[in-house]
């Protein structure tokens, strides 16, 4: 059985509901914060009497939702909790996600003095009319003043970004890129930056204002030019390109995500929180309102068979730049990759979207934006 060394805790209170966001998050509901509070400590402790696999956390991501917008005091009841049942190791990597302008100078005080030593900022675009697009609620200035603060205390510090957002030309983009280079010379506690492209959701608001087929969008085509940048502005601040959608300055790699990458187990606590433990791939359900009547039940349960293990291990760490190690890929998933994908490999290689050097095997540089499809070719 493996140890378990990741827990995720979902907060999900927002200052306001983002038009784009899918995620477990509301706004409006801080009048609910202590009942939320209250509930995750029970499952955590219900949970944990559970589970099977032994426990040792060295990463701990709090994220959302804001889970910058709520008390510090509701953050330590739940760390508490989570310390009193299990062991938590010295070098724990303690992250928690905000957005800009929820940071001040007294919550980064608290955060570090709870043991916040990673903090994520949702920072998605420098520019006020993309911003205003996607119906964020931060300005540009705000997003500056935040980073500036944030410098002052916390020596690791991640920066998200999207792209393929309404309104956004390559230009546009590039003027942010451009600033987000000053920026990582400026602060070289800007250990980490992740940039996804925008993915809607059916019934995201934002199709309300710009409708899929809507010019104000960037054409398809011109990603690979946005990711090209993308790519160019983080190397240039010395950056490694370590997953499709994430890059680090060297030995700064979120660990956190790492243990999602490497299909490693992970705890998983709060609304809609998904989670790996003791082979059962499950998820929280992800109303509010149910998770704090029902917090033991699932929205998802999905005992990982040997076939799926061996598949989602393939797709995981393909998503890694370093590739797979065939052997001890091998001594994991008792394949050989080489032999069983070998049409696969083939294929793929001659179309030059996977390179292979001697036992190692990654999606080249040409395939990372068409990760997606290649990872499919493997199911
Ligand atoms: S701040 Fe983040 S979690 Fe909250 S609504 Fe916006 S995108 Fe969603």
Known sequence: MRIIESAYVHIPFCTHKCDFCDFAAVANMAHLEDEYTQTVIKEIEQRLARTESPVRLSTLFFGGGTPGLVATSSLDAIVQTLARHVEIASDLEFSLETTPHA?????????????????????????????????????????????????????????????????????????????LQELCARYPQIKHVSAYSLELAVNSPLLMRFPRNSDAYPEEDAFASYFEALLLSLARSGFDHYEVSNFARPGYACRHNLTYWRNEPYLAFGVGAHRYVDGVRSANFRSLNRYLREFQGEEMHEVIDEGTRLKEGLMLALRMREGIDAISFADRYGIDVFTAYNDQISKLQSLGLIEVEGRRLRISDKGVLLSNSILTEFI
């Open 103 to 179: 940071i001040t100078d007294l919550k980064l005080k608290e955060w570090r003095a709870l043991g916040v030593n990673r903090l994520s900022i949702g920072i998605e675009s420098l520019q006020d009319d993309e911003l205003s697009a996607i119906g964020r609620d931060h300005t540009r200035d705000q997003a500056l003043r935040g980073l500036a603060m944030a410098a002052e205390y916390i020596e690791n510090i991640n920066l998200d970004f999207m792209y393929g957002l309404p309104t956004q030309t390559l230009s546009s983009w590039s003027k942010t890129l451009d600033e």
